[in-house]
C-alpha cells in the first residue's frame, strides 16, 4: 500500500482502506452482511474520522493503520461506517502523504501536480511560522565575578580555549568590561554545555589552586531579556551595559548608533508601506505634499503581513493596558487634521490582501476604546508618530529600558548585530524563487553538506541547529563545496534549511520505517525510488540512524554465545624475504575467519568504550588490556596490508604521478583470480565488521571508487570528471587529441608520440590494452582519433567501475550488514565517512564518558587529569591526530555525532 501512495490522489479525510478479509466462512458472511448496510452519510464520516464514533478499541498493525481489533465484526457507528484507524494513526498517514508530496515537487519537480505544489507551500507557510522572532538572547551567557588580576586579553583567550568544544563565540566577538563579560555561544543547542564550562573555577585560575578562589557567576538570558537568576544586580547591570553598548553612538551615548537607526527606520517604513493601501483617511499636511511621514493611530496597529511596526509595538509593551500606544503618542506623536473623505470614496478603496470585515471590526473596537460614538465617527484630528518621534522614543527607551528596545528589535527578526535572520515573505513568492533559475537542486546538496559538517564540529544532532544559525563566511563561500551558495541570500538559506530539517525529521520518524528501500534502483515512481533520487537531501545523521536500527535490528549473536577469536604472529613477517601475499597478517585471518559462520560476527551497533565486538584478536606473545585496543590496532593494520604493494587489491591512483591524490587508491582493474575472490569478499566482511564495530577503517579510497561501490552511482559526475580526478594525465592527453583543427598540427603530434595505435596502458601501468579487436596494428589518424579518444573514455570508465570486482566486495558485506539502506540512500561522501570516519578530531568527543574510562581513584576533577586536559586543549588539529595514532592506534576518529537512542528513532 505505501508503494502505492506516491500516486495516489488520496485526501487527508480518507480513512485507509481495510485489510483482506481471511477466507473463513464467518469473515465472508460478515463481509456479505456490510455490503447490505446503508451508505454512511457524508457526516458520520467525519465524525468517526475524527475519533467520536465507534466503540471498539483498535491496535495498529505494521503499516501503521489498525491491524489486530477486539471487535472481530470491526468498530462500526450507528450509521453502519466500519472505521479501521484512530485519529492518530490518520496523522501519521497524513504526514507520510504531506512530505511524500514535497519530496516529489522538490526532487522530481512537479509543477502540474497541485497537491505537491499545495503541500511544499504549507510547509513553507509552517516554517516561517516557526522562524519569527530571534532566538538570539537565549544564546547569550553574562559573566561577573571573573578575575580581576588578569586583562582583557586574558579574560578573552580563557573564553576562546573554554568554548572551543561548544562550537566557540560566535564570530569570535565578545563584550569585556573589567571583570565582567558577555558572549553569545553558537548554537542554542551548546548553551547548556557552556554554562556549566564556564561554571568552572579552572576556566579562570591556575590549577593547582583554583579551589581557593571565588567561584564566577555565570547567567542565562531569558525570553524578556532579564537573567535567568536575578537576585544578582551586578549581573543585571552587566546586561543591561552591554544592551546598551550595543545600540549607542559610542561618541554620544544619548544617541542610537548608525546601524541601529537604520534598523528601526526600516522597521518604521514597513509599516508606512504595507498599511498604504488599507487606509483610506490622509491628513492635511499630506495633501499640501509634506515630505515627513505620518503614521496614524490606525496604520500603527493594523495586523497585517509585512507590518514589523506593528510587531515591535506588541513586544515592547511594558503592560497589558490597551492605552499603552496611546500614551507614546501623547508623548512622542503628534496631531494632524483629518481630511475628510466621502463615504463613497471609502467603499470604493480597494483593500487588496485584506479582508474589509476584518478592517472594520479593528476600526470599530478602537472607536469604542476611545469612547466615541459610531453615530458620528468624524474627527477633526487624527493621532499618529512621524519617523522623528518614532526615533526619539526608542533613544529614550535605549536610555531607560534597553531591555525592551531589544525585545522589540528582535521581534522584528533582526540579530544583535541588526542582521535580519528571517523573511517577511509570502510563501508563494518564496516558493517562485525556490522553483526559479535562481535555484538548484546542487544548492540543496551544498546545504545538507554545510549543515553536516556544522552539526559535526558541534557534535550535536544537526536538526537541532536552528535556522536563524545558520550563517556562512568567506572563507565557507571560497569553499568548492559550498560556493554555489555565495549568490544566494542568507534569509533563502534559512527558509531552505528550515524545510530540509522539517523533511529529515519526518522521514526519520513517520516514512523510512515502512519504506522498502532496496527497490530504489529498480522500481520507478515508487517510494523508495524517490528516497533514492532524494539521497542527497537526507541528512548524514538521518541515514545513520536509520542504518544504527538496521544493525541493531539484524543482530544474529546473542549476548551468550563466545565472541569469534583470531589468533595472530604479529612477528612472523618480520625480517622476511618472501613477499608472498600468504605471509601476511590477512591471510592469517582470512585462513582463521573462512571456518566461521558470518552470523557470528553480527552484534549489535557498538557503543561505549569498550563495546561487543564481531571478533577477538589476540596477538600471540602480547598481553592487553581489554579487547578494543588489540581490535582497533588490527582494523589499521589490515588497511595498511590492503594498500600495499603485496596484496595488490587496491593500486595507487594514476594522478599521484601528477602530484594529485597522492595518498589516495583505486580498486585495482582487471581479470579475477580464484585467490582475489577470496581477499575481495573478505574485504567486503572487514568493512561490515567496521560498521558493526563503529571503529573507522582507513582506507584512503578515491571518491570515485566510493561510487562504484554504490553501484555505479554517478551522482551528477560524468565520466570526464571522473577521469580527471583518478588520471588527470590521460585526461590532458585526450583534450589535447580534440584540440587539433588541422590535419598537419595533429600529424606532427602524433610523431612526437611514436605514432601510438589503438591500445592504451591500463591504470595499474602493469599491462597494454588493446582498444578493438586488432588494436595493436591499427595506427592512429586524424579521420579515426574521435573513435580513438571515445575507445580509451570507454576503457577507463569500465576501470574506474571494475564492476566484477566491487560485486564481490558487497557479496562480503551483505554477510554482515544488511546492503539496502547503504546502497539506496547513502552518498559516497557519506559512505566514505560512515566506514573511514571523520579526519577532524573533536575533544569534546575525547572527554564524553562513552570514550572515556577513568580507573577507580581517579577523577576527572584530578589536577593531573585537568593538566592532562589542558595540554590537550593547546594541540593543534594535526598534533590531536597524532595523539589519537598513539593512544588509540586510530589515524581517524569514528563520526563526530551523538550516538542515536533507539528510544528515538521511531
Known amino acids: 500500500m505505501m508503494e502505492s501512495m506516491i500516486n495516489a490522489p488520496t485526501t487527508a479525510s480518507s480513512p485507509p482502506p481495510p485489510p483482506s478479509p481471511v477466507s473463513t466462512n464467518k469473515r465472508t458472511t460478515n463481509s456479505r452482511q456490510n455490503r447490505k448496510r446503508p451508505f454512511p452519510s457524508k457526516e458520520s464520516k467525519f465524525k468517526d474520522l475524527n475519533g467520536k464514533g465507534g466503540g471498539g478499541s483498535s491496535k495498529p498493525g505494521p503499516s501503521g493503520f489498525s491491524g489486530e481489533r477486539s471487535n472481530p465484526k470491526g468498530s462500526s457507528s450507528e450509521d453502519g461506517l466500519v472505521v479501521f484507524a484512530k485519529a492518530s494513526e490518520i496523522d501519521w498517514f497524513n504526514s507520510q502523504v504531506m512530505i511524500t508530496r514535497v519530496l516529489k515537487d522538490i526532487v522530481w519537480h512537479s509543477p502540474s501536480d497541485t497537491a505537491c505544489v499545495e503541500a511544499t507551500k504549507v510547509l513553507i507557510a509552517s516554517v516561517l511560522d516557526k522562524m519569527k522572532g530571534s532566538n538570539v538572547h537565549n544564546r547569550l551567557l553574562v559573566i561577573s565575578g571573573a578575575p580581576v588580576n588578569i586583562d582583557g586579553m586574558s579574560v578573552e583567550g580563557s573564553l576562546i580555549r573554554a568554548l572551543r568544544g561548544c562550537g566557540g563565540v560566535h564570530g569570535n566577538e565578545m563584550w569585556i568590561s573589567g571583570n565582567s563579560a558577555v558572549v553569545e555561544i553558537r548554537s542554542l543547542a551548546k548553551v547548556n554545555e557552556a554554562y556549566e564550562i564556564l561554571k568552572q573555577n579552572k576556566v579562570w585560575y591556575p590549577l593547582e589552586d583554583y579551589v581557593l578562589y571565588p567561584t564566577v557567576n555565570v547567567f542565562r538570558v531569558t525570553d524578556s531579556l532579564k537573567l535567568a537568576s536575578p537576585s544578582d544586580p551586578q549581573g543585571e547591570q552587566i546586561l543591561v551595559k552591554f544592551l546598551k553598548n550595543k545600540i549607542a553612538d559610542p561618541e554620544m551615548p544619548d544617541k542610537l548608533n548608525f546601524n541601529a537607526s537604520e534598523t528601526l527606520s526600516s522597521i518604521f517604513m514597513s509599516c508606512y508601506s504595507t498599511s498604504i493601501s488599507f487606509v483610506v483617511e490622509s491628513t492635511d499636511e499630506e495633501e499640501e505634499g509634506d515630505s515627513e511621514i505620518f503614521l496614524s493611530e490606525e496604520q500603527l496597529a493594523l495586523k497585517i503581513p509585512g507590518n514589523l511596526l506593528e510587531l515591535f509595538l506588541e513586544a515592547v509593551k511594558a503592560t497589558e493596558e490597551e492605552n499603552y500606544l496611546k500614551e507614546v503618542l501623547n508623548r512622542f506623536g503628534e496631531k494632524r487634521k483629518k481630511k475628510k473623505t466621502s463615504e463613497e470614496e471609502k467603499e470604493s478603496h480597494d483593500h487588496d490582501g485584506i479582508d474589509k470585515l476584518e478592517l472594520e471590526q479593528q476600526r470599530s473596537l478602537r472607536e469604542q476604546n476611545q469612547g466615541k460614538s459610531h453615530e458620528n465617527p468624524q474627527v477633526e484630528s487624527v493621532s499618529g508618530l512621524t519617523l522623528q518621534g518614532f526615533l526619539e522614543w526608542c533613544s529614550e527607551l535605549m536610555k531607560t529600558q534597553p531591555n525592551l528596545l531589544w525585545k522589540g528589535i528582535f521581534?522584528?527578526?533582526?540579530?544583535?548585530?541588526?542582521?535580519?535572520?528571517?523573511?517577511?515573505?509570502?510563501?508563494?513568492?518564496?516558493?517562485?524563487?525556490?522553483?526559479?533559475?535562481?535555484?538548484?537542486?546542487?544548492?540543496?546538496?551544498?546545504?545538507?553538506?554545510?549543515?553536516?559538517?556544522?552539526?559535526?564540529?558541534?557534535?550535536?544532532?544537526?536538526?537541532?541547529?536552528?535556522?536563524?544559525?545558520?550563517?556562512?563566511?568567506?572563507?565557507?563561500?571560497?569553499?568548492?563545496?559550498?560556493?554555489?551558495?555565495?549568490?544566494?541570500?542568507?534569509?533563502?538559506?534559512?527558509?531552505?534549511?528550515?524545510?530540509?530539517?522539517?523533511?529529515?525529521?519526518?522521514?526519520?520518524?513517520?516514512?523510512?520505517?515502512?519504506?522498502?528501500?532496496?527497490?530504489?534502483?529498480?522500481?520507478?515512481?515508487?517510494?523508495?525510488?524517490?528516497?533514492?533520487?532524494?539521497?542527497?537531501?537526507?541528512?548524514?545523521?538521518?541515514?545513520?540512524?536509520?542504518?544504527?536500527?538496521?544493525?541493531?535490528?539484524?543482530?544474529?549473536?546473542?549476548?551468550?554465545?563466545?565472541?569469534?577469536?583470531?589468533?595472530?604472529?604479529?612477528?612472523?613477517?618480520?625480517?622476511?624475504?618472501?613477499?608472498?601475499?600468504?605471509?601476511?597478517?590477512?591471510s592469517q585471518v582470512i585462513q582463521q575467519m573462512s571456518t566461521i559462520t558470518s552470523a557470528f560476527y553480527c552484534v549489535p551497533q557498538a557503543q561505549g568504550a569498550d563495546p561487543a565486538l564481531p571478533i577477538s584478536v589476540k596477538f600471540q606473545g602480547e598481553e592487553v588490556l581489554g579487547l578494543s585496543g588489540s581490535f582497533r590496532h588490527f582494523l589499521l593494520n589490515a588497511a595498511k596490508e590492503l594498500q600495499s604493494e603485496t596484496v595488490k587489491l587496491l593500486c595507487r591512483c594514476p594522478s599521484a604521478d601528477a602530484g594529485k591524490h597522492k595518498d589516495s587508491f583505486i580498486i585495482t582493474p582487471g581479470k579475477l583470480s580464484y585467490g582475489?575472490?577470496?581477499?575481495?569478499?573478505?574485504?567486503?566482511?572487514?568493512?561490515?565488521?567496521?560498521?558493526?564495530?563503529?571503529?573507522?577503517?582507513?582506507?584512503?579510497?578515491?571518491?570515485?571508487?566510493?561510487?562504484?561501490?554504490?553501484?555505479?552511482?554517478?551522482?551528477?559526475?560524468?565520466?570526464?570528471?571522473?577521469?580527471?580526478?583518478?588520471?588527470?594525465?590521460?585526461?590532458?592527453?585526450?583534450?589535447?587529441?580534440?584540440?587539433?583543427?588541422?590535419?598537419?598540427?595533429?600529424?606532427?603530434?602524433?610523431?612526437?608520440?611514436?605514432?601510438?595505435?589503438?591500445?592504451?596502458?591500463?591504470?595499474?601501468?602493469?599491462?597494454?590494452?588493446?582498444?578493438?579487436?586488432?588494436?595493436?596494428?591499427?595506427?592512429?589518424?586524424?579521420?579515426?582519433?574521435?573513435?580513438?579518444?571515445?575507445?580509451?573514455?570507454?576503457?577507463?570508465?569500465?576501470?574506474?567501475?571494475?564492476?566484477?570486482?566491487?560485486?564481490?566486495?558487497?557479496?562480503?558485506?551483505?554477510?554482515?550488514?544488511?546492503?539496502?539502506?547503504?546502497?539506496?540512500?547513502?552518498?559516497?561522501?557519506?559512505?566514505?565517512?560512515?566506514i573511514v570516519g571523520s579526519p577532524e578530531v573533536n575533544l569534546s568527543i575525547l572527554k564524553n564518558p562513552a570514550h572515556v574510562m577513568y580507573q577507580v581513584g581517579v577523577s576527572e576533577n584530578d589536577p593531573h587529569i585537568m593538566y592532562f586536559w589542558a595540554a590537550l586543549e593547546s594541540f593543534t588539529p594535526e598534533e590531536l591526530k597524532k595523539f589519537i595514532k598513539f593512544s588509540a592506534n586510530l589515524e581517524r576518529v569514528a563520526s563526530n555525532l551523538p550516538l542515536p537512542s533507539l528510544r528515538t528513532i521511531w
Not at 693 to 707: E, F, I, M, N
Not at 763 to 778: Q, Y
Open 411 to 586: 521581534a522584528t527578526g533582526y540579530d544583535i548585530r541588526f542582521d535580519r535572520i528571517w523573511l517577511f515573505q509570502e510563501p508563494s513568492l518564496i516558493y517562485s524563487h525556490f522553483h526559479s533559475d535562481k535555484w538548484a537542486f546542487e544548492k540543496d546538496a551544498a546545504l545538507i553538506s554545510y549543515m553536516d559538517s556544522f552539526s559535526q564540529s558541534l557534535h550535536i544532532d544537526p536538526t537541532r541547529i536552528q535556522p536563524a544559525e545558520l550563517y556562512l563566511t568567506e572563507s565557507d563561500y571560497l569553499n568548492p563545496n559550498f560556493n554555489c551558495l555565495q549568490d544566494t541570500e542568507i534569509g533563502y538559506l534559512r527558509v531552505r534549511w528550515a524545510m530540509l530539517q522539517k523533511m529529515n525529521t519526518l522521514l526519520s520518524k513517520k516514512l523510512l520505517a515502512h519504506i522498502s528501500v532496496h527497490a530504489g534502483n529498480s522500481t520507478r515512481r515508487s517510494l523508495a525510488k524517490l528516497l533514492h533520487d532524494s539521497r542527497q537531501l537526507l541528512l548524514y545523521y538521518t541515514k545513520d540512524t536509520f542504518l544504527y536500527k538496521i544493525i541493531h535490528t539484524s543482530a544474529a549473536r546473542g549476548s551468550e554465545t563466545p565472541t569469534p577469536e583470531v589468533m595472530l604472529d604479529p612477528v612472523s613477517s618480520i625480517g622476511s624475504q618472501d613477499d608472498s601475499v600468504f605471509k601476511n597478517q590477512l
Open 676 to 834: 582475489e575472490e577470496d581477499f575481495l569478499h573478505f574485504l567486503g566482511q572487514l568493512i561490515g565488521i567496521s560498521i558493526r564495530s563503529d571503529a573507522p577503517l582507513a582506507l584512503q579510497l578515491l571518491k570515485v571508487t566510493w561510487r562504484s561501490l554504490l553501484l555505479g552511482e554517478k551522482e551528477e559526475n560524468d565520466c570526464s570528471d571522473d577521469m580527471i580526478e583518478a588520471d588527470v594525465l590521460c585526461a590532458t592527453y585526450l583534450q589535447k587529441l580534440e584540440s587539433f583543427s588541422t590535419k598537419m598540427a595533429f600529424d606532427n603530434f602524433l610523431s612526437l608520440n611514436s605514432w601510438p595505435k589503438f591500445q592504451y596502458p591500463s591504470m595499474d601501468n602493469n599491462s597494454v590494452v588493446s582498444l578493438c579487436s586488432e588494436g595493436s596494428n591499427i595506427s592512429v589518424s586524424f579521420s579515426n582519433r574521435d573513435q580513438f579518444i571515445k575507445l580509451i573514455k570507454q576503457l577507463r570508465e569500465k576501470e574506474l567501475r571494475s564492476s566484477n570486482r566491487v560485486t564481490k566486495i558487497l557479496t562480503g558485506l551483505s554477510t554482515i550488514v544488511p546492503l539496502p539502506a547503504l546502497l539506496s540512500l547513502f552518498t559516497s561522501d557519506h559512505l566514505s565517512l560512515r
